[in-house]
């Protein structure tokens, strides 16, 4: 029976790592990692609560971000401290600033939805729907002509609808970097700020989401588990970001694009089959 206990935990940690993985990869791909969580936890017969995982995971690519943009963090961070206890202002407060604003429509939509965005974690059907909504905003953004507009140019209306890509992008299957790059795109930014602006917005977001469902993630898998998957999905995430900072100056969206279609059909296939 103790070896029987052993085999099933390493099981467990093994599969936790592989979910992490795919986690740390679709994370920042715009290919959506909610969508990949639910198809894959479907067909591995993950019996436990997706949405409180996926939350647990989104720690591990906190932590990818945390670490590849910890200059300009530090930078954002130090600026804010400096206008709360002396009033001065600089070019990162003014871009914090706009990144709380961007933020907010996700938050309330995370609240006031959340019984609705839990029960299409449990739907394959809506993945797929959602992914082929993804894989058609990729598309059309792609062939936008390539904007010039930097950071420092950034609006509040810039950040609000960017934030609302975001707030849509809750739904399981519709990806939020692919929602909020692309947003980006079509108001005018340069893309490699575009990718800039979603990778800095996800912070706030992830976190939150993380940290609401820690407790319950953890419980879903146990610890040692919970660790493993995301020590997974912080070096899988990084890589990841590091690859999309490269790859989205190529305009070269549609090769995602036509990936989301493809997975959309699998989740409409595994949908069926179900």
């Known amino acids: 029976m103790e070896q ?8 467990s940690i093994y599969q936790a790592i592989f979910l992490g993985l795919v986690q740390g990869l679709t994370e920042f791909l715009p290919v959506s990692s909610s969508g990949h969580l639910v198809i894959v936890q479907n067909l591995m017969n993950f019996k436990q609560d997706p949405l409180a995982f996926d939350a647990l995971l989104h720690l591990g690519t906190l932590a990818a971000v945390l670490v590849y943009f910890r200059a300009e963090l530090a930078l954002l961070a130090a600026s804010i401290l400096k206008w709360l206890f002396k009033r001065e202002r600089d070019k990162y407060t003014a871009l914090a600033g706009y990144l709380a604003a961007a ?4 938050a309330v939509a995370g609240v006031v939805f959340e019984k609705l965005f839990s029960d299409a974690f449990q739907s394959v059907m809506v993945v797929g729907s959602m992914l082929f909504v993804t894989g058609a905003i990729l598309w059309l953004a792609d062939g936008r002509p390539r904007g010039a507009k930097t950071l420092e140019n950034i609006s509040l209306a810039d950040s609000l609808k960017v934030g609302l890509a975001q707030a849509a992008a809750v739904m399981p299957g519709l990806s939020r970097s692919g929602a909020t790059i692309s947003a980006g795109i079509w108001l005018g930014f340069e893309r490699r700020e575009a990718a800039r602006f979603s990778f800095l917005l996800s912070v706030p977001i992830i976190l939150g989401a993380a940290l609401f469902s820690l407790k319950d993630g ?14 997974a999905a912080a070096g899988s995430g990084f890589l990841a970001i590091a690859g999309l900072m490269r790859i989205i100056q190529e305009q070269r969206l549609r090769l995602f694009s036509v990936y989301c279609f493809i997975m959309g059909s699998v989740a409409f296939a595994l949908a069926v089959v179900r």
């Open 4 to 11: 029987i206990g052993k085999n099933c935990s390493i099981v």
């Open 103 to 106: 933020t907010v429509p996700a």
């Open 218 to 231: 953890i419980s879903a898998v146990g610890a040692p588990a919970a660790a493993a998957a995301m020590a």
